[in-house]
């Protein structure tokens, strides 16, 4: 499997989630060990986004608070506190589908803060972004920039 097969396994359990489309999972030594779509709603949990659904699931799984060397797919490119979960996590890459750029600024905390600023204050130079892997199936999960999304739908503004 590369990336695009675990992009698509991220959208469709995005998909499962048609109010909050979010799905992520997180890869070790070629295989799945959690996987996640956002949770908020479900657990009433603000912290229960798809990516620290997905990291704790994997974490369980090796039995250690820590993911040292694995890779995490996302459908969007991770918020504030994704980045500082898997900063702490220990994942190695992150990839990400949709872009800031290619949705509705609702889906971000803070417009003035990049998700590599944080990675750059963390000092991980071993942390690998790559950005913009199936963007295009990411960015149709969510509302576009331009979009106008009803009051009970918006989130973060």
Known sequence: MDDNDF???????????EASPIGCVVVLDGKIIGAAHNEVEAQ????????????????????ESQIKGATLYSTLQPC???SMAIIWAGVRRVV???ERHQVHPMYFEDRHLDTMDFIRDAYRNDLEMT???FAAACAELYWKP????????????
């Open 7 to 17: 992009m698509r396994r991220a959208v469709e359990l995005a998909q499962q989630n």
């Open 44 to 63: 009433c949990d603000p912290t229960a986004h798809a990516e620290i659904v997905a990291i704790r699931r994997a974490c369980e799984a090796v039995g």
């Open 80 to 82: 504030g506190m994704c």
């Open 96 to 98: 990400y589908g949709a």
């Open 131 to 133: 950005g913009g892997v």
């Open 146 to 157: 331009g979009d106008n999304p009803p009051d009970e739908v918006q989130t973060n503004l």
